[in-house]
């Protein structure tokens, strides 16, 4: 019987700024696809050609790979040097996303912090029983950061959380895969009234997307998988906490659904679906520390605050 592979795509950077689009099949080894087809050096190309022919991208990845000689490079060599740039190659984001949105109050969870956070707290019970969920404009692409990279937590906030969040990624209106978002949360600000969730939720640095990108082919149910979240401080884990996306109270479809209706989406747009990790009140993140959130079947992304 022929393998079936969970295929990972990730765009590496080297440091003339050149980009390569590579697979990792489950083996720990990365095949460079860029290396066997020059013209593929993005995800987005990808989506282009699996539009024009009818193929999946995965499909179309295999036969690229099985048509030539692919350089290939060990993942676990880039992971441990990725933070200090000491190899030829850094783990950059999977896409540039022209947008990025989120999905608030999806967990029963989420909704019963946010009620405790906040003066007006019916808001939340409200939105988390309504039909129309609550979705919110997130991030600019130049906004959006990646693997390794810093994000931030506002100067003028005093309680700061990351949120660990299962993404979606859309192309021609459609779901097309997935990557690991971290939605960085002032809740001090959305606390103190909640027209001030912009403030909260949009600033420099606010967001992180990867490492990397998995089709629905390789994840055709997104409501199974497990979710985790560390945070460590001066080497120390100072908080951890896991969920599934089974608790999910609204389906990505659904989701996806309400994003395009009377909105023009772009391609690659990238929607972050909520969080019920939350860490507890006494809790607020400092410079310094450093966030890990590792998805089932997609990987981990890990990040380091700064405060912008």
Request: net charge negative; charged share 25%.
């Amino acid at each position: 019987m022929k393998r079936r592979y969970i295929l990972r795509y990730y765009r590496l950077l080297d440091h003339f700024g050149n980009t390569s689009l590579c697979a990792e099949t489950g083996d720990g080894h990365l095949e460079d696809i860029t290396s066997v087809e020059n013209d593929v050096v993005d995800i987005s190309d990808l989506l282009h050609a699996a539009s024009l022919s009818g193929e999946s991208i995965d499909s179309l990845s295999m036969m690229i790979l099985e048509s030539g000689e692919a350089d290939s490079i060990q993942l676990s060599e880039i992971y441990s040097t990725s933070d200090d740039n000491s190899t030829n190659w850094r783990i950059d984001r999977p896409f540039d996303p022209p947008e990025v949105w989120a999905a608030g109050v999806t967990y029963k969870s989420s909704e019963m912090e946010r009620r405790r956070e906040s003066g007006t707290p019916d808001v939340y019970s409200n939105v988390y029983n309504a039909e129309r969920p609550e979705i919110f404009f997130k991030s600019t692409s130049d906004r959006c950061m990646g693997p390794f990279d810093e994000v931030g937590i506002r100067g003028d906030s005093s309680w700061d959380v990351p949120e660990p969040e299962l993404a979606f990624v859309t192309w021609k209106g459609d779901i097309v895969g997935y990557t690991i978002g971290n939605d960085m949360s002032s809740r001090s600000i959305e606390g103190e009234n909640p027209l001030y969730l912009p403030q909260a939720k949009v600033y420099d640095r606010s967001c992180s997307i990867g490492p990397c990108f998995v089709s629905t082919s390789s994840i055709p149910d997104p409501h199974t998988l497990s979710v985790e979240c560390s945070i460590y401080r001066n080497g120390d884990e100072v908080f951890q906490a896991s969920t599934s996306t089974g608790d999910m109270a609204r389906s990505c479809s659904e989701i996806n659904q309400w994003l395009h209706e009377s909105n023009f989406v772009p391609d690659l747009t990238t929607v972050l679906t909520g969080t019920s990790i939350v860490p507890p009140p006494d809790f607020t993140l400092e410079e310094g520390d450093k966030v890990a959130i590792t998805i089932e079947s997609i990987g981990v992304l890990e990040n380091t605050i700064i405060k912008v």
